[in-house]
């Protein structure tokens, strides 16, 4: 208590309890924040494992048929197949407010018109397991844009919950007791100095009754 350096005053008494009462109705507020920031971060984190996992097992498959292919062919044939892509990919990107948080949606277009549309090159020179190959790649495609989004999400609301995290104990563990400690300070203060003053009114009051008393007594 020693080290609070705060005006002893009723007007600076009323601004700490304001203070104290914004604070802890933010603290309440914030604490929410984080708790429902931590709901959406556990669901988008199962998500996340789930499409990571499927996305990993589909290009596994996907490289088990390149190997195929290309054992079937001769890799010029296949640099050659490959060497000019056919498909076009327009991601349109925007955001979504998640608790005060900006996380990215992506919205993609294939350009293709049918499902022969994905080969690049004519089906009657290259070998039915590039074909398999390519037809595997191309439906990864969908959960890979899937991923990153989740993904990002992930990042962007893990370092919001963290600041909102310590905006919290800044108000539960510094600013609320140190409020708290300044009231209870300065009330105190207020109660020695009431006292105080009652005691001189006590012994003015009691200096004027002797006066009078003496005056009476001439």
């Keep these: 208590m020693a080290n609070i350096k705060v005006n002893p005053t009723r007007m600076e008494l009323s601004r700490l309890k304001k203070k104290l009462k914004i604070a802890m109705r933010g603290h309440k507020l914030?604490?929410?924040?984080r708790d429902e920031l931590m709901r959406i971060f556990l669901k988008l984190i199962r998500k996340n494992k789930t499409l990571r996992q499927n996305v990993e097992n589909n290009i596994l498959i996907s490289n088990k048929n390149f190997a195929t292919a290309r054992a079937s062919?001769?890799?010029?044939?296949?640099?050659v197949a490959l060497m000019v892509p056919k498909q076009e990919i327009k991601i349109k990107v925007s955001s979504k407010n998640v608790m005060s948080t900006l996380?990215?949606?992506?919205?993609?277009?294939n350009g293709i018109y049918s499902e022969n549309d994905i080969y690049s090159y004519g089906l009657a020179f290259t070998s039915g397991d590039?074909?398999?190959a390519v037809g595997s790649l191309t439906n990864i495609l969908p959960d890979m844009i899937h991923l990153a989004e989740c993904e990002k999400s992930c990042q962007l609301i893990a370092a919001e919950i963290e600041k909102t995290r310590r905006r919290v104990n800044a108000l539960e563990h510094v600013?609320?007791?140190?409020?708290?400690e300044s009231i209870k300070y300065i009330t105190m203060k207020?109660?020695?100095n009431e006292r105080s003053?009652?005691?001189?009114?006590?012994?003015v009051k009691d200096m004027i009754l002797k006066q009078s008393r003496g005056c009476k007594a001439n």
């Design 30 to 33: 914030l604490k929410d924040k």
């Design 73 to 79: 062919m001769s890799r010029e044939a296949v640099n």
């Design 103 to 109: 996380i990215p949606q992506f919205a993609y277009k």
């Design 130 to 132: 590039l074909d398999f």
């Design 175 to 180: 600013v609320i007791p140190d409020t708290l």
């Design 190 to 192: 207020l109660d020695e």
């Design 197 to 203: 003053t009652q005691i001189r009114l006590i012994k």
